[in-house]
């Protein structure tokens, strides 16, 4: 049996991978061929120490500097790493003090283990009270999103957001048909606008349902954008930037004649497994959609565009590590000709729905602003409260999408998400 020391140590590399590899932590924990190897439990328990370190790095890091004298040289990556893991276990996870500490010291070089024992016996001592007295949603949110959050959002609303980026999240689900006996089947909710969601997520490939393609996991929040689009029974989509596709299978379920569309043919293989798992179809294409057009102007467009994806931190806690401006400004350019080129797949009188999974206006409503000032064949249509459960909370004073972290925090909150609604006018279009 491998044992948690073992799991500590996988964490150890999986932190490595994130924070100076630059990896994500998804593609880290695909990768790693020790974490294969742990039993079950011990693999849930290093995700659990990642993933816990990434939340709550600000906070350790304080914690950790009260204790030194002189801070720890960039050639101590591996020494502060191994007290952020230790760190997190006392005080965030509660793993019996002798544990945290004696394993994060066997794992310490040589010339580090009597700094690894004092700094963690004495947070085992003390570390509770100064935990207690922290900004932590100040503290674990980089700056550059703070101020970004604040000036878009307002400093309470970026106050619950960041709260809700320090809690796990619940498992939702989007049933292929009726949902109303599969959340008996799987003690889940049924939320206002329609997604399951189950308090405790277990391991999901075992839960009801899952093996015969009953349902497929997407945040409440993500499952909301395919449904602007209406009933498409019968009717074309075209939907951009497609994979993994649970958007995907929400229009096929739908009854569209759906083309999956990704530049990712790796991408596409999951998104073609899913479908396969589900029983639903699509035409799934492998081509850069800034240049690839229909044969057949189509009914629908939905572009889920890439993104810095800051709405989907407390599922992916390693976007807030590893994203820069840089990216938000590089990717916004790429959006401004992913939504001409989507326009340029609409036929007369077609809707084209835009979605970004951030929380960044310079990815949502400014992309909109800008190409509603640079097209004058096309007009935003508002979403309606009705359309989305009741749930009017949800739509910004423009009348777009705009789901924050922070709502529905008493029922376990939900990702960000941005989305338009715009339709190409039948008396312009050429």
């Not at 990642?50 to 304080?62: C, E, K, M, N, S």
């Not at 503290?139 to 959002?153: E, G, Q």
């Not at 929040?221 to 009717?235: H, I, M, N, Q, S």
């Not at 989509?237 to 229009?251: F, M, S, Y």
Request: charged share 25%.
């Amino acid at each position: 049996m491998v044992g948690d020391s073992s799991a500590r140590a996988v964490a150890l590399e999986l932190l490595d991978a994130v924070l100076r590899g630059r990896r994500a932590l998804d593609d880290a924990l695909v990768d790693h061929a020790g974490l294969a190897a742990l039993e079950r439990r011990d693999r849930a328990f290093a995700r659990l120490l990642v993933a816990t370190v990434l939340r709550r790095l600000g906070q350790l890091d304080d914690l950790i500097g009260r204790c030194l004298e002189r801070p720890l040289s960039r050639r101590a990556a591996r020494t502060r790493d191994l007290l952020r893991l230790g760190v997190a276990q006392l005080l965030f996870i509660e793993t019996p003090a002798h544990a945290a500490v004696d394993t994060a010291v066997a794992l310490a070089d040589g010339p580090h283990k009597k700094l690894v024992n004092a700094v963690l016996r004495r947070l085992a001592r003390d570390g509770a009270s100064w935990r207690d007295g922290q900004d932590a949603a100040r503290l674990n949110t980089p700056d550059w999103l703070w101020d970004s959050w604040v000036a878009a959002h307002g400093e309470s609303a970026t106050r619950a957001i960041a709260a809700a980026h320090l809690r796990e999240p619940p498992l939702d689900i989007t049933a292929k048909g009726d949902g109303g006996d599969l959340a008996k089947i799987l003690d889940a909710e049924i939320l206002p606008t329609g997604s399951l969601r189950r308090a405790g997520v277990g391991v999901v490939t075992e839960l009801p349902g899952f093996a015969d393609g009953q349902w497929w996991v997407q945040d409440a929040a993500a499952a909301l954008p395919a449904r602007l689009l209406g009933d498409v029974k019968g009717r074309a989509v075209i939907e951009l930037c497609a994979a993994p596709g649970g958007k995907t299978a929400q229009l096929a379920a739908g009854g569209a004649r759906v083309i999956a569309l990704d530049r990712s043919k790796a991408r596409l293989a999951r998104l073609r497994e899913n479908l396969h798992r589900l029983n639903l179809d699509a035409r799934v294409i492998a081509a850069d959609a800034c240049v690839w057009r229909p044969d057949t102007p189509a009914d629908f467009v939905l572009l889920d565009a890439p993104c810095g994806a800051t709405g989907t931190i407390r599922r992916h806690p390693d976007v807030a590590r590893l994203k820069t401006p840089n990216d938000v400004a590089r990717l916004a350019v790429l959006q401004d000709r992913l939504l001409d080129a989507a326009l340029d797949m609409l036929a007369p009188g077609g809707v084209l729905v835009y979605a970004a999974c951030s929380l960044q206006p310079e990815e949502g409503s400014e992309r909109i602003a800008a190409l509603l000032a640079r097209r004058g064949d096309i007009h935003r249509v508002p979403i309606l409260a009705s359309e989305l459960g009741g749930a009017g909370e949800l739509i910004s004073a423009d009348g777009d999408l705009r789901a924050l972290p922070c709502h529905w925090a008493d029922r376990g909150g939900m990702d960000g998400f941005f989305a338009a609604r715009l339709k190409l006018n039948p008396l312009t279009a050429t």
